[in-house]
């Protein structure tokens, strides 16, 4: 695959949306692997640092609504 932005080799591809990346238009956001609630009631959340972004994409910061879904 070839960079989304520059069409040259890429390096990854965006831990959001998909798009490949070279190490050039690389970003970096955190992502949120688990959210769990604590002994306490207090709502946890297990996350990576660093994970590879396109910078293009918009992840959404609250929850969306699945419909139709069964």
């Not at 959210?35 to 910078?55: H, P, Q, R, S």
Request: glycine residues 8%; charged residues 25%; proline residues 6%.
């Amino acid at each position: 695959m070839n960079c989304w932005h520059c069409d040259r080799p890429s390096h990854g591809a965006c831990r959001f949306c998909g798009r490949a990346v070279c190490k050039d238009h690389a970003q970096t956001m955190p992502f949120i692997l688990e959210i769990y609630t604590g002994k306490e009631g207090e709502f946890k959340a297990i996350a990576v640092d660093n994970t590879l972004y396109c910078g293009v994409c918009k992840p959404h910061e609250d929850p969306i609504t699945l419909k139709n879904l069964k």
